[in-house]
């Protein structure tokens, strides 16, 4: 580190210059990087993934697309086989067509099939695929075009509503890719970050950060770009990196010009000499910080999903860019303008905080009450991640009002269920379609199946199967897997695909190795903190506390969204009864890493402290008081960037801002500010242990610990 800085800080001019091209050429950028985003979210070498493959190819709709499902409820009186109701809904239906030109259609009036009519005969719906593209949202502005085409048209009498999962979703104002949203969200997120910054520094440097991270964000699109042009990146990293970027770029910065300020204010310390040291500690911990986020992303970069691996691709590149930007620039404009930038010059940073460091001390004093109270909060929250349920969310929470939500709540009321919204599709490529249809039929979980005579194109048929239960929740899934389990006895081939079929594909291939890769990540985190503080015990409780991090934030969202426990009251929306398949493994992926930032921070400090005074109590009362108000600060800045996503209408959207942002502040509060220094109190001097045959494993000189050596008295910090 001493190397870089004295290179960045002997060619100034090089540095800037450098960062000032890139910058322009990055801001120039993110259009044509945002256009280049892929809608894309497959599962390639699945059944499922495959089936919806050739669905697009044969058919030209339906497969990864859920369906939009216009509803009927007719007055009493009057049935579908009432005069006139088929020929109403064939013309309903045909301005849809005609609104969505080549979707793919079918309903009661045109299969004369009672599986699209409720037992009483009152409620009939259709299904309308459209053409198949695929994405994150595929369909909420098809199913507007339809909601537009039905205002005011109706059958028998009565209203025709639109509904479906896009439709709810569309309902809500959910568009998870709009580039609006993107930037309403980091321009709220980033004045909640600069109000954070003028408290803590209470000075015009409280915009360094923020001017960091202004370079850090465009040129991690920059490098995104020309990787979108050789791989499908997922459109979800326009969010990841605005926000979750905000949050690293502004962290590195603020740890490192915390430090320099501290150093600036020791006696007889010139400027340069000041960011000199702040660099070689402070950048030295960014460099490390940066890397275990880094090492975290590797679990997103293994799962066999190209949309998740982008995921980790655009991770990865906004903590390493954030890092390069800590250590280049940030130090040439210290080294500049940063002592006219911190004016009023506040002299807080040249000593420890004294809040900060009487609590350290209270926690050091009551070392097994305070690890015993925290850790019984945690084990709340881990017993309630352990009654996940992953899927869609249950479709009564996308949507609290509007015609999708009416048209929702017809289909329960009259019996049929939230089946048709996420149907399985059966591809018939030989065989008699109409017995296929009847054996799947008799299936335990199938509602009903249709197998309209215009789905048949190339030698193939399409067999529509809708279950009693979401297709996306885990009845669903037990009932999709009794259907392949059919198909297989059958004499002809069939092949399972359609939304839910995908989504439980997705399922399996991401979590099937789940645990491996937690058990790999964890092992390269912990031998890059052994050879970081030459000891065993301390990276081994900083990986298990951040394990503990993750499960807490997991047990965070089952409580409020999943069971519902603050998601009526704060956000009007009932419970979701399951959480978003893909989200348990993003927030490991980027809570791991972030928390690891915090351990790094404070865990520095502690060391610097201890190789000191060898006492284990002053390095904890030293460590807290030192960093106490910067991870605070650091987290508080990146819980705004994930409040700020929560603004998003979407109830996706909410709960994974939920998970990284509570999990964040759980994080940085009790675990940073009360079980893990703790913990470091009950170890006292075991610590600091590195014995010879792991020193020479890990190529770093050893750190004995005699039994018979007490812990030094602790020293006034």
Not at 75 to 80: D, F, Q, W
Not at 161 to 187: F, I, P
Not at 230 to 254: N, P, R
Not at 453 to 478: H, K, M, Y
Request: glycine residues 10%; proline residues 6%; aromatic residues 6%.
């Amino acid at each position: 580190m001493a190397v870089l800085t004295r290179f960045v800080l002997d060619h100034k001019r090089l540095v800037l210059g450098f960062w000032l091209a890139v910058t322009i050429a990055a801001f120039a950028a993110i259009g044509p990087a945002g256009s280049a985003l892929s809608q894309k979210f497959n599962v390639p070498g699945r059944e499922g993934f495959e089936t919806n493959e050739q669905l697009g190819e044969i058919y030209g709709n339906g497969g990864d697309v859920a369906p939009i499902v216009p509803v009927v409820k007719l007055p009493p009186g009057r049935t579908v086989d009432s005069p006139g109701v088929g020929e109403q809904l064939d013309a309903a239906l045909a301005k849809v067509e005609a609104a969505l030109p080549g979707a793919m259609t079918a309903s009661y009036a045109s299969t004369r099939d009672r599986a699209f009519v409720s037992e009483d005969g009152r409620t009939t719906f259709a299904l309308v695929y459209i053409p198949a593209k695929g994405g994150v949202d595929p369909g909420q502005d098809e199913a507007r075009a339809a909601q537009a085409a039905l205002a005011g048209v109706t059958v028998g009498g009565s209203p025709v509503e639109v509904t479906g999962l896009d439709a709810l979703r569309a309902s809500a104002g959910e568009n998870e890719g709009d580039g609006a949203g993107v930037l309403l969200g980091t321009l709220l997120a980033a004045l909640g970050a600069l109000l954070v910054l003028i408290f803590v520094f209470r000075s015009f440097m409280a915009i360094v950060p923020l001017l960091m991270a202004l370079v850090a964000i465009p040129t991690t699109f920059l490098l995104i770009w020309p990787v979108a042009a050789i791989t499908d990146v997922s459109v979800i990293v326009q969010f990841l990196v605005a926000l979750i970027g905000l949050g690293i770029a502004i962290d590195y910065a603020l740890l490192v010009v915390v430090r320099w300020r501290e150093e600036r204010q020791q006696p007889n310390t010139t400027n340069e000499a000041a960011v000199r040291n702040a660099m070689q500690h402070a950048g030295s911990a960014v460099v490390f910080s940066g890397t275990t986020v880094a090492i975290s992303l590797l679990a997103l970069l293994a799962v066999p999903i190209p949309a998740l691996r982008s995921i980790g691709i655009a991770g990865l590149m906004i903590a390493l860019v954030s890092v390069a930007v800590a250590i280049t620039l940030l130090p040439v404009v210290l080294a500049t303008i940063g002592p006219r930038l911190d004016w009023p010059r506040n002299k807080r940073d040249a000593r420890a905080s004294r809040g900060w460091s009487a609590w350290a001390r209270l926690v050091v004093r009551h070392r097994w009450v305070a690890a015993a109270t925290s850790t019984a909060v945690l084990v709340v929250l881990v017993v309630a991640a352990l009654s996940i349920q992953l899927g869609n969310p249950r479709a009564n929470s996308l949507a609290q009002e509007g015609p999708a939500r009416v048209g929702l709540e017809k289909l329960e009321d009259s019996g049929i269920g939230t089946g048709p919204l996420s149907p399985f599709d059966a591809l018939v490529r030989s065989g008699d379609p109409e017995a296929v249809a009847e054996a799947l039929a008799k299936v335990d979980g199938v509602q009903s199946t249709a197998a309209p005579a215009d789905w048949r194109r190339d030698g193939t048929s399409l067999v529509t199967v809708i279950p009693t239960e979401d297709g996306n929740s885990s009845a669903g899934r037990a009932t999709l897997d009794r259907i392949r389990a059919t198909t297989q006895t059958l004499p002809a081939e069939v092949t399972i695909g359609g939304q839910a079929a995908q989504a439980s594909d997705f399922l399996d291939a991401v979590y099937s190795n789940f645990p491996l890769l937690i058990g790999l990540i964890a092992l390269l985190t912990f031998i890059l903190l052994a050879r970081a503080f030459r000891s065993l015990l301390l990276p081994l409780k900083a990986v298990l506390l951040n394990l503990l991090s993750v499960a807490a934030a997991w047990g965070l969202i089952v409580l409020v969204w999943q069971k519902g426990f603050g998601s009526d009251e704060i956000w009007g929306i009932e419970a979701t009864q399951a959480i978003n398949v893909q989200l348990p493994i993003v927030v490991f992926a980027f809570l791991f890493g972030i928390s690891m930032d915090y351990q790094v921070f404070i865990i520095s400090r502690m060391s610097e402290a201890y190789d000191r005074t060898g006492s284990t109590e002053t390095a904890i009362v030293e460590g807290i008081g030192r960093t106490g108000r910067l991870v605070t600060s650091a987290a508080l800045i990146l819980g705004l960037a994930f409040v700020a996503f929560a603004a998003q209408p979407g109830t996706e959207a909410k709960i994974f801002a939920t998970a990284l942002g509570g999990g964040i502040l759980l994080d940085a509060t009790i675990i940073r500010g009360i079980l893990a220094p703790a913990a470091v109190a009950i170890l006292g001097r075991w610590n600091w242990w590195l014995p010879d045959w792991a020193a020479r494993i890990l190529r770093v000189k050893p750190s004995p610990v005699s039994e018979a050596t007490p812990d030094p008295a602790p020293q006034p910090a």
